[in-house]
């Protein structure tokens, strides 16, 4: 059996490499609400890009089937069905255009330039991301108390 970590590594290596090649590409970070929002705004010819992105963004659960053990499963009805996947999708595109900028933008381009406002942004979104998940940790699991 292959080490889990792996799959961590790999992932890790392509989106730097992706967010690297958009920067010295084109001079562009790679922040996907802000490629997604310009994208759908406006059909211009310098949009190209941005819809090459999210295509290549959206193939690689593709392409990781064609050379793994097929397409991860997920049990949505396991932590509360679709309606709380699409609640939770709702709340980050929201917290995204409110911190005018999203976790690739801020977490991945933005922290490593040493963007004071992405480190705070970074810092700012984690912090609530732990509290949220311990806080609904016991709703989500229907145990009622922390393990």
Do not use: K
Not at 11 to 36: C, D, Q
Not at 50 to 69: E, H, Q
Not at 125 to 135: E, K, N, P, T
Request: aromatic letters at 8%; hydrophobic letters at 55%.
């Amino acid at each position: 059996m292959q080490a889990e970590w792996i799959w961590g590594l790999a992932g890790g290596l392509m989106i730097g490499t992706a967010t690297w090649l958009l920067f010295a590409g084109i001079g562009r970070i790679a922040g996907i609400s802000g490629i997604l929002f310009h994208a759908v705004q406006s059909a211009a010819p310098q949009n190209r890009w941005r819809w090459v992105f999210l295509a290549a963004l959206l193939s690689g659960p593709w392409l990781l089937a064609a050379v793994g053990d097929g397409l991860p499963r997920y049990d949505a009805g396991s932590l509360g069905g679709a309606p709380l996947l699409v609640i939770a999708g709702l709340m980050v595109g929201l917290g995204t255009r409110l911190g005018n900028g999203c976790t690739s933008g801020h977490g991945v381009c933005g922290v490593a330039r040493l963007s004071p406002r992405s480190l705070a942004a970074t810092a700012t979104f984690m912090l609530v991301g732990v509290v949220a998940a311990s806080a609904l940790r016991p709703w989500l699991l229907g145990t009622g108390a922390h393990p």
